[in-house]
């Protein structure tokens, strides 16, 4: 019914791979799942952090949409929904603990980096 969709699914599932994998590396030894006052790493404001304060989560997104393309039945359309709502929630509740952390340096790179991607703030 959606054959259409497989192979630009198949392209969003490779390139979200790779900006998640990419930004997890460009991160070094700041890469942490979750954010923990006081086991912090430095700022990490390069690479794909220059376009988007969360490139790990955007990839990790763009990867689960894909799946739901390649695979558009109701189970796989849920749990990227869920991985969705999950982000969502994880960066909200990140951002307090990144700003108090890190500091002004933090608050500056929220003030000019978009928390998802594109151009403006959000």
């Keep these: 019914m959606f054959d259409w969709l ?7 599932v490779f390139v979200g791979a790779c900006v998640a994998l ?7 030894g700041s890469w942490r799942i979750g954010a923990v006052e006081g086991t912090l790493g430095t700022l990490v404001t390069r690479g794909f ?3 988007s304060r969360n490139p790990v989560f955007v990839g990790q997104l763009a990867l689960f949409a894909g799946l ?10 849920i749990l990227s929904a869920c991985v969705w709502i999950a982000a969502v929630w994880q960066v909200r509740i990140e ?3 990144l700003a108090k952390s890190l500091g002004q340096g933090y608050r500056d790179y929220a003030a000019q980096t978009p928390r998802w991607l594109g151009f403006s703030k959000e």
């Design 68 to 77: 739901a393309l390649v695979k558009p039945d109701i189970v796989q359309v």
């Design 22 to 28: 990419g930004a997890q590396s460009q991160m070094a």
């Design 49 to 51: 952090f220059a376009f």
């Design 6 to 12: 497989v192979w630009p699914g198949f392209v969003a």
């Design 95 to 97: 951002e307090p603990i």
